[in-house]
């Protein structure tokens, strides 16, 4: 299993918008609505934000949303806030009962 | 409330193994896949394997198959992952979460650190 490609950073500032891909294949991205986003500052756990392509977690601001097309899905981040700086991690069920990470993305807060 | 609770930092000689522990609270335990993770020092999340404590259903990524071990014990509800025949290359946070909807890790416990030295 390849890890889901991501871009390795991504920024703007205050109040703008970011969005991240992760690029799969049609075994795991393409082939499942079964994509998840993870938040993660430093030294500290992974937190889900995104679960199921576009589905929110009780609690994560509607700032965050997620959508797929084809074997790429997408991240987007609105009004972007000083706390929003972190790593962003995509995760995908690859089959066979097996998953799959991006390669992560960090996002910088201008 | 739903809580993971990991083992203690380790520190290993390269060649031997390691086993970790995730104790969970605030569900039923039986109810809930556990994914196991890591995370190299400055490197990403990479997924190793999961366990059904219900039934003790494994998974694992090929990459891990054969020197990884869990199991899961339902008093406590805890469940165990040991790594075997380590090198400095397993030096990593490793940790459990709960599998939620469509997959997705919904509850992490706080991580395990391994050291592996000489």
């Known amino acids: 299993q390849s890890a889901l490609t991501q871009p390795p950073s991504a920024s703007g500032s205050p109040g703008q918008s970011v969005t991240i891909s992760c690029t799969g294949t049609?075994?795991?991205?393409?082939?499942?609505?079964?994509v998840s986003w993870h938040q993660q500052h430093p030294g500290k756990a992974p937190k889900l934000i995104i679960y199921?392509?576009?589905k929110r977690p009780s609690g994560v601001p509607d700032r965050f949303s997620g959508s797929k097309s084809g074997n790429t899905a997408s991240l987007t981040v609105s009004g972007l806030q000083a706390e929003d700086e972190a790593d962003y991690y995509c995760?995908?069920?690859?089959?066979?009962?097996?998953?799959?990470f991006g390669t992560g993305t960090k996002v910088t807060v201008l | 409330q739903v809580h993971l609770v990991q083992s203690g930092a380790e520190v290993k000689k390269p060649g031997a193994s390691v086993k970790v522990s995730c104790k969970a609270s605030?569900?039923?335990?039986?109810?809930?896949?556990i994914h196991w993770v890591r995370q190299a020092p400055g490197q990403g999340l990479e997924w190793m394997a999961m366990?059904?404590?219900?039934?003790?259903?494994?998974s694992y990524a090929q990459k891990f198959q054969g020197r990884v071990t869990m199991t899961s014990d339902t008093s406590p509800s805890t469940v165990y992952m040991e790594l075997s025949s380590l090198t400095s290359e397993d030096r990593a946070v490793y940790y459990c979460?709960?599998?939620?909807?469509?997959?997705?890790?919904?509850?992490w416990g706080q991580g395990t650190t391994v050291t592996v030295s000489s």
């Open positions: 366990i059904g404590p219900g039934d003790g259903t494994t």
């Open positions: 605030g569900y039923t335990f039986s109810n809930y896949f």
């Open positions: 049609s075994s795991d991205v393409g082939g499942w609505n079964y």
């Open positions: 979460a709960r599998m939620g909807y469509g997959g997705a890790m919904d509850v």
């Open positions: 995760t995908s069920y690859a089959g066979s009962n097996t998953y799959v």
């Open positions: 199921e392509v576009s």
